[in-house]
């Protein structure tokens, strides 16, 4: 320092050249030091691992059978806002078809087609009318409530053995439960999520935890797409496992996203884009889609007078008592025919095939077995279990027998006439105003 | 008048003035080279992003103030204040990547006022530090992908001829159902990337599209630490190693820039043509077009109208260019431009 000092007072040329670059660098570290205390040290640039990124993707599988081929009408509901496209339940509808099942969508006519909104008294009569002759009925996602009165409808045809199927998904309005609740069912608010195990994408779930039942039998794995949980007093067909939640329960449950009501007859399934095409070839979907149109399709619903003609699902006797009744029996042929029944007038009963007898009350002898079955004698009086002795004269009943696979229905009058009438009520439905039971329609001569 | 001047260089030429005089030289020398030469007075950038969705014209915004502190060798160190629900999921890659090369330069810390989800979110994983208030609600990590493809897929049309069975939707609905798990993957990737060790949860965790408390967001390690904008104009100085420095903002100063350059190509055409101001060259051109009858002829109509001036103008895109509705710029395409656009952004509730 002082060599540098001596150096720049030296002599003027050196001062002149040196002093000023000495202040100059003084003044320069001194400012330095006043604003810079340190460097900055960038991070290291991390190397993003894209191409790591994978999504699951589940494989499409191919299912194939030979269903055995019934007869039967599945109606489903489409007078209730139901919100859903008919499209998407296209693989159900031929699975369905292929076993010989007629699918009747419910709706009201119009003049342009499709679905039209109803009042409560306009679907309440179209419900009662389709239960009448469904094997089973499926209900999707209504978005209109069911009524006090249509719940007992239905409620009356599962008592008889109907099926029913019960979807919505929550992804779509809840309305269902206004049905479901009626079978012990519910179907929860807020979707199903697994973020381990999955489809695509977190909400499509795979489920392969199942309880043994016809509707699971061949199961391994299936996914749903965007299912909720049901809650149900009956049995859980399936389980999702620990890593499915919902996203309104964060506890760690089971949810059950398909179960049955405490009733064997009532299926929930809390999904319904399983069955939408392309999800349907996912996985196992295709095998459960044809296991739910099997439960669909094996009705052994019982039927009741008040569902006449749908009883009648196989070749049917139309048996006289007389000749003279032969116009009638015609009649009654024709009317059958134009339900697709297939009905032939013969001059005695077939075995096993399903019959109806147009007779008088004279020619009830012909007929004294099946009505000795049912309780009902014809004489001096004509007496039934469910009403009082009545008068024949101008007197008609009509009884139903239910035996196994066969329905035997009995026409007896008093007269041409009279039976004419009871016939004309059958084919225009007015007999049920008759109707003293289940099974018997007694129709007299008004004062 | 001779003998004032020998006087004076006498006393100049005495040791002691001649000293001071070279001192305030060297003084003069050494802040000059300081402070208008290298390094200068250290200043830090303050980037505003008030309540910003993110879209193609608010990240090219938000990425020419990130170019303008990029470049301003003055500035050692950036601070962003953000209030972003996020938005379209490639801007708010584009601002990720833009902060990733702006912080191998300069420390950016970044703090989050009342919401930071989303795509606003990814901004903040590529800053140096990051700060939210107790109560900013931050996270939200996750990508919308809308309006996916129907259930079932269109119908044919002979009205065009398609090539390829996906030409028209540009894939299957499982297929973008795919892409958007694809795109959260790659969101997580970046989070658990950036994060590393502080992140204190799971990336399935960080999948469900949460948004977080500030408390909790630190608790967690989605974010640094809490605080103001002050401390975190404290933290970019400390992590730059600087003190005693200024501020520039950012906005305002982009804003000039930004207005200086419109000057400089509306200010002939104002002088020239004696339109209003305000009166923008998109718009001229568009009048120029009518006249002319056409592109063509409405800029050689142009080119007589400012005669050797502001030839700027006359590189600017016209109507139906860059950033043109799709409606615009094909007229004559039959089918509708449109189909499903991945965002990072948080919706929020809906009543």
Redesign the interface.
Known sequence: MTAVVRFAFGSTLRRVLTIPLLIAAVYFLVALFTFYRGSYDAPETLDLKFEEVTTPVSAHTVFTEQPEIRTGITVIDGVHDNDFDPIEIVSLQSNLANRGITVDFMRMPTGFGGFRRTTSADRLELLESKLRQAGSFVVISPREPYSIAENGLVRRFVDKGGRLLLISDPSRTQQINTLAEEFGLSFQPGFLYNQVDYDLNHRNIFVQDFSDDPVTEGLSRVVFYTAGAIRSGGPALAYTDGNTFSNLVEGIEPFYPLTKSRQENVLAVGDITFMVPPQNSILDNNRLIANISEFLAFSGRGFELADFPYFFDGPTDIVLGNQSLLELGAGMRRALSSFQIDAQVRNREQPGEDLIFLGLFDDAVQAERHLRQVGIQVGETLRTPFSPDLDPQGSAIISLQSQEDRHILIVLADTVDTLRDATARLESGAFRDVIVSEMLCVIVPEN | MTSKLAALGRFIGTWYV??IL??A???A???T???YGY?G??KIGVIDIPFTVINDRSAFEISAMLDYVRNESPI??VVISINSPGGGAAPSEELFFEI?RL?????VVIVMEDLVASGGFMMTMAT?YSMAKPSSFVGGVGVILSPLPP??PFQPSDREGVTGPFKLEGG?R?RY??M???LQ??FA??VV??R?DKLRITK?EI??GNLYSGVEAMQVGLIDGLGSHTDAIDKVAS???????GLVDVNTEVSRIFNEKLYRINGPLQFESGLADGFGAAELLTLLNGQGGGLDEGAALLKDLLAGGSEALLTLPPPGGIGADPREALPDFPLRIAGPKAYYLYVGSSE
């Open positions: 001649s000293t070279l001192i030289v060297g003084l020398l050494g802040s080279v300081f402070f390094p007075e250290p050692k160190g990733v912080r191998e330069k300069k420390p140096n259930r079932l299957s499982r159902v795919t958007s798990d694809q993957q790659a990737t970046i990337t950036e590393g399935n999948l469900k992590l730059a190693g600087i003190a005693n420095f």
